[in-house]
């Protein structure tokens, strides 16, 4: 009972998140974040209507993936290595969120291309700058746009942002801003319609929706205190 309580109840707060920010109902996704979660509690999540599930590792992903029905959705949220983009786009991830380099862009493009599909990412920037994490600056964003959305395999669907962990939810606020006007300036650019904006977690993602995101990626709020000494 325990993850269908939550989850009714992060829907219920989503729904009023979108409400003070003057947005239409439904304007937000759910990406129930299900990394070090075993198959029996996503399948109780699936049972209270959730579809759209996340994952930040390959590896497990593709042990889970076909034990879970298969009108399921999946995004790899975390990062991928350029040696396993085949496995990725042949795994059928809905949405890859964390590509964070032109060298990575072009591999999907070009693997993409080898298999007859084209691939669905995000953009992973790095809008606070913290020295350790992945993705772009948004400097390198603009910087590489050309490059980037002629890549022919790519859909560029938005950017996601995981901003450094702050004790208060306000603390994100600017970051998920920063993504925001990235992907507006973006957009004046063109081509692309960029629809998706990938921001908050557990504790922040009704300020996310406020600034917002589109995608919200929510672990441990729907099943528990991860344990990752169990993996
Ligand atoms: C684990 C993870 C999340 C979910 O984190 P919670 O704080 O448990 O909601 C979101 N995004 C990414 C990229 C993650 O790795």
Redesign the pocket.
Known sequence: MYIQDQLQEIKAHIAAAEQRAGRPAGSVKLLA?S?TFPVEDIMQAYNDGQRLF?E?RLQEAMSKIPAMPADCEWHL??PLQRNKVRKALEQGFGLL??VDSLRLAEAISRIAGELGCTARILLEVNVDGEASKHGFTPAEVQELWPQLTTLPQLEICGLMC?PAPTEDPEGARPAFRSLRTLAETLRTRGPLPLPELSMG???DYAVAVEEGATIV?????IFGK?DYAAH
């Open positions: 974040v990394k996340g930040n949220i975390g969120q964390a995981i977690m557990s504790h990626r929510v672990g441990s709020a991860r």
